[in-house]
């Protein structure tokens, strides 16, 4: 009994350790100009068995359900947070890359890995599958709060959020040619419709079904609300992922449709969700750095392969697959350039690299530490130089204004109140007005505005000024028409 208090308490300890640590190399990967995932990575190396022996972990399967549930949580964020107004335009691009881009790429890397690794067709283009999809946990950590021209940082985002299925539609589809002797090529096909087709129908409906159940069902507490929709939000890749549907694809779909609509709680939700998704993807980093043994990792052997096929996978690859995807879409070459450089690989090859482990594969351990090293190298490479490329490129947008959004004050079976949060920007209508010009609807009542770090208490004759922050008191009621009027642009006058 003794032993078995002490492993919780010391395991215990070490999650506590490790997201301290984690939370304070996101600051320093700032100042290092590093992307926080490649800290967290070497955090768990260092902790392993190989650095200093803390932890012993060598489980393919735990680390695929941890890491499986820490994309569900990312993905969903991510989700939430993305505009229908900004992806829209870019949607068909997006689509295009997300599966003719994954697909070009693949074909690209497996024909060098069958050169490079030795190995027979099939396994190289397995190789291929699993790293030819973008990451949306490393893509969504780069890109959050970036001023990336919008249209390019909306391509970017969709597009990792939606090439997830056609990546696990390959890989899976290699595995199983490569272990059945006589495969049906007919149903493997099928199966990619079936993944992408079901997937965004469930994550329409489920998500709809989410949102009216978030928004109608009365709970005593609003720290009820968030954890409500974490539990659609496993539901939904669960039902899914049980009838062999892309269930990461759903979970983005439904994030999508919850994220853009009229949701109670808004603000509680968001932000839980964003610390949620910021633990997960501290911890399943961290259970794949544990996963990977650095004494065969950093083998002459791997390294020398890992960089041949790094090189080949961002300079030839995904150029390709961008140059090719792209073309009569719009982008200009500078453009072209960008999307090519900002292909983050980060944590869904590393978790499809233990699919062939899970299987039993061949060369499953020697695939898991390349694909390991090409995401370390194209995180640390591409992830680290991505606003400079963006600067020199000149591809560089204005600031992106922040979405008004709700600071609930009181439970809703309490009351019928919340304090709305507006940054200004210089194009909307209120925008140089005074607050007695400004027709507000009923209930509303500005409370407070901070300008330039400093509160100001309002009256009728202070001016809106844009960067302004308001805090606005408004009833449910007035709710959409006050955000209406939040929304109305300046008239363009046409000379």
């Not at 329409?204 to 609003?222: F, T």
Request: glycine share 8%.
């Amino acid at each position: 009994m003794g032993l078995e208090i002490f492993t919780a308490d010391y395991f215990i300890l070490l999650v506590a350790l490790f997201l301290i640590v984690g939370v304070l190399a996101t600051k320093f990967s700032t100042h290092l100009g590093v992307p926080a995932l490649i800290l967290f990575i070497l955090i768990g190396m260092i902790t392993g068995s190989d650095g200093l022996g803390l932890i012993y972990f060598d489980n393919a399967n735990q680390a695929q359900i941890i890491g499986t549930l820490a994309l569900v949580i990312i993905i969903f964020e991510g989700g939430l947070n993305t505009k229908l107004s900004r992806i829209k335009p870019v949607a068909s691009q997006s689509i295009t890359l997300a599966t003719v881009g994954v697909l070009i790429t693949s074909v690209v890397v497996a024909i060098f890995a069958k050169l490079i690794l030795g190995v027979t067709w099939l396994e190289g283009f397995l190789f291929g599958a699993i790293v030819g999809s973008t990451d949306a946990a490393a893509v969504f950590a780069v890109l959050k709060g970036q001023n990336i021209r919008e249209r390019l940082g909306a391509t970017l985002e969709a597009e990792s959020g939606t090439n997830d299925p056609m990546a696990v539609f390959l890989t899976l589809t290699f595995i199983q040619l490569i272990i059945l002797e006589n495969p049906n090529y007919f149903l493997l096909t099928g199966k990619f419709f079936w993944q992408m087709g079901v997937g965004i129908i469930t994550g329409l409906s489920l998500g709809k079904l989410a949102l009216n159940a978030i928004n109608r069902i009365n709970l005593d507490s609003s720290g009820l609300y968030p954890v409500f929709s974490v539990a659609f939000a496993f539901l939904i890749y669960s039902i899914t992922a049980l009838v062999g549907a892309s269930g990461l694809l759903a979970v983005y779909i439904a994030a999508l449709v919850i994220g853009n609509s009229e949701l109670t709680y808004q603000h509680t939700i968001f932000r839980f969700n964003e610390g949620f998704a910021w633990m997960m993807q501290i911890m399943m980093f961290m259970i794949l750095g544990l996963l990977v043994f650095p004494t065969q990792l950093f083998t002459l052997d791997v390294v020398l392969k890992g960089l041949l096929l790094s090189a080949v996978l961002i300079l030839i690859a995904r150029p390709a697959a961008v140059f090719i995807s792209s073309i009569k879409m719009g982008y200009d070459f500078k453009e072209k350039i960008f999307l090519s450089w900002a292909g983050l690989r980060g944590a869904v090859p590393i978790v499809l690299a233990t699919f062939p482990m899970t299987a039993g594969l061949e060369n499953n351990q020697l695939f898991f530490n390349v694909i390991f090293f090409v995401v370390l190298t194209s995180a640390l490479v591409q992830g680290s130089t991505i606003m400079l490329f963006a600067t020199k490129l000149n591809l560089l947008g204005t600031k992106r204004v922040q979405p008004p959004h709700s600071l609930e004050l009181i439970s809703i079976g309490k009351a019928n109140a919340e304090i709305i949060e507006c940054e200004v920007n210089g194009d909307m209508n209120i925008a140089g007005k005074t607050l007695a010009q400004i027709a507000f609807p009923k209930d509303v009542l500005v409370t407070a505005i901070v300008r330039s770090s400093e509160l100001i208490t309002p009256s009728g004759r202070t001016k809106i000024e844009a960067d302004d922050i308001l805090y606005i008191l408004v009833s449910r009621d007035s709710k959409i028409e006050l955000r209406e009027l939040l929304d109305n642009k300046k008239e363009t006058l046409i000379v």
